[in-house]
């Protein structure tokens, strides 16, 4: 099994309502790794059309974005995937996914990058079988959407299993490490660095984003401390002039596992 490229994987995602086309330079300008024009929830029913026209009209111009599409149970998801026939760089976030949904989009733009949004009891419980489908590159926690259907309040360890569960069905399907849930409080700064590294703490690889305030602090939780980065280096080294052998640094054992993690860490960090 390949391992994905830690050291090119987006850890900050913003959305950007698409029928708000005013915000998309905004919105790419803000250090966010990706930006993922909305044509879901961010726009109203009348207003789909136009949303659909601003994203098709940004990525004519060969702007990067993701695109998060409708539901596959909604009347806009034709239009919505007739729009990306031309549009073949753009990544496509499926909203709602679940393992028929994502069979379904597949099928119609077939070799395109697909971000399963888990947002369902439904699809959460199809994670093995969504996870292993063609063109899923990664997994995105809906942590909002699930809450309510679920019944279950998202705070403090309330989801943690729900998390953790799906960040090893990527982890064993190959995936790319998943994508954490928006935080609604885009004012709170410190509220979002602690759900931030709660996420990489529990193996996501990054966040959802909802206002550009977000992104500065996500890159930031996500991005391996210096202290991290020195560890990992003496531990790569250790490991060198041990000619792999078990050694020592700080007084810990070294072994394969904790260069493999050392090895991450650097990757993390963008240190090769």
């Not at 708000?20 to 905004?26: G, I, L, N, S, V």
């Not at 809906?142 to 705070?155: K, L, M, N, P, T």
Request: with cysteine; glycine share 10%; hydrophobic share 45%.
């Amino acid at each position: 099994m390949n391992k994905p490229d830690v050291s090119r994987l987006a850890r900050s995602l913003l959305f950007v309502p698409g029928d708000r086309p005013d915000r998309f330079a905004k919105a790419a300008a803000s250090g966010a790794h990706e930006i993922v024009i909305d044509l879901e929830d961010a726009v109203s029913p009348d207003a789909k059309g136009d949303a659909r026209e601003a994203a098709c009209n940004w990525l004519a111009q060969v702007n990067a974005a993701g695109v998060r599409i409708n539901a596959a149970d909604t009347e806009w998801i034709g239009d919505d995937l007739d729009m990306l026939q031309g549009h073949p760089s753009a990544t496509i976030m499926l909203a709602k996914a679940d393992a028929d949904s994502l069979a379904r989009v597949a099928a119609s733009l077939p070799g395109r990058g697909i971000i399963a949004l888990i947002e369902t009891v439904k699809g959460y419980m199809e994670l093995r079988r969504v996870s292993g489908l063609p063109g899923v590159l990664r997994i995105a926690f809906g942590s909002v959407d699930f809450g309510v259907e679920s019944a279950i309040d998202d705070v403090d360890d309330a989801m943690t299993a729900v998390r953790t569960q799906i960040v090893l069905e990527s982890v064993y399907a190959g995936l790319q490490a998943p994508i954490d849930g928006v935080s609604v409080n885009f004012k709170d700064h410190e509220l979002m660095r602690r759900d931030a590294l709660r996420s990489r703490q529990l193996g996501f690889g990054g966040k959802l984003c909802i206002h550009p305030r977000q992104v500065g602090v996500v890159n930031a939780a996500y991005s391996p401390a210096p202290a991290e980065v020195d560890w990992a280096r003496r531990v790569v080294v250790a490991n060198e002039e041990s000619s792999g052998g078990a050694t020592t640094v700080d007084g810990k054992m070294v072994d394969k596992p904790v260069v493999e993690r050392a090895r991450r860490i650097i990757a993390e960090s963008g240190g090769g």
